[in-house]
């Protein structure tokens, strides 16, 4: 089992620049927004067709998957083993954002019959990150999504997984992962928060006594090696 981690924010939050620590020779970055990433010198830290690709197409990020595992995906999309292990070399799979995959879904199939444009895009959306799930032990993977402000019936106002369609929200996307970081920009100054504070944030029990912390992903990494 991989170890998953998602991180949450508005847009501008430090969601991909938390990021900007992450050893480039290990790390396999899926750009789903398609807009590269937000630090300088990225470009000479990722490049296509080594350790990044900017694609919002599951099918696309569910080989990749499969490839940084040792395995492919037959006709049926199945998991079987591959003779291709070059993608075991990488420790790390940042996936930036799942409502890049989201958006690009529902505005590809935006002529579909309304509900199996929804239904399809919640298989799409759950099969990738229980794929996450279900991958070698010595991977870190990072899922990165925006979040969005509701209201519960008693008014109490929160943030969550921003998702599309009624059936995500039925999902409950935060509770397929262990950690989830709330990623806020507060007087200019970037943070994660760890624990529920008017929001879905969520860390292992002991793994982090601060409720704010710097938005560092290494340093989360490292907080969360005996976990």
């Known amino acids: 089992m991989a170890k998953v981690i998602c991180v949450m924010g508005e847009s501008g939050s430090g969601k991909t620049t938390s990021m900007r620590n992450l050893d480039p020779a290990t790390t396999y970055y899926i750009?789903?927004?398609?807009?590269?990433?937000?630090?300088?010198?990225?470009?000479?830290?990722?490049?296509s067709g080594k350790n990044y690709i900017s694609t919002d197409y599951p099918q696309i990020v569910l080989k990749l998957m499969a490839w940084l595992d040792g395995?492919?995906?037959d006709k049926d999309n199945n998991l079987v083993e591959s003779k291709n292990k070059k993608g075991l070399q990488?420790?790390?799979?940042?996936v930036?954002?799942?409502?890049?995959?989201?958006?690009?879904?529902?505005?590809?199939?935006?002529?579909?019959?309304?509900?199996?444009?929804?239904r399809d895009l919640a298989s799409y959306v759950?099969?990738?990150?229980?794929?996450?799930?279900?991958m070698r032990n010595d991977l870190i993977i990072i899922f990165?999504?925006?979040?969005?402000?509701?209201?519960?019936?008693?008014?109490?106002k929160f943030s969550r997984i921003k998702t599309n369609g009624k059936k995500l929200n039925k999902i409950v996307?935060?509770?397929?992962?262990?950690?989830v970081l709330f990623a806020k920009c507060e007087n200019g100054k970037y943070l994660f928060e760890t624990h529920a504070n008017n929001s879905t944030a969520k860390t292992p029990f002991g793994a982090f006594e601060e409720n704010e912390i710097d938005n560092d992903i290494t340093a989360v990494i490292r907080?969360?090696?005996?976990f």
């Open 31 to 47: 750009d789903c927004d398609k807009k590269g990433l937000s630090w300088k010198g990225w470009r000479n830290q990722y490049s």
């Open 71 to 73: 395995k492919e995906l």
């Open 90 to 94: 990488f420790k790390t799979l940042v």
């Open 96 to 118: 930036d954002t799942l409502n890049g995959i989201m958006v690009a879904e529902e505005m590809r199939n935006i002529n579909k019959a309304t509900y199996d444009k929804w």
């Open 126 to 134: 759950y099969q990738v990150v229980d794929m996450g799930l279900r």
């Open 144 to 156: 990165t999504a925006h979040s969005e402000s509701v209201s519960d019936d008693d008014g109490y």
């Open 173 to 179: 996307l935060e509770s397929k992962f262990t950690t």
């Open 223 to 226: 907080a969360l090696e005996e």
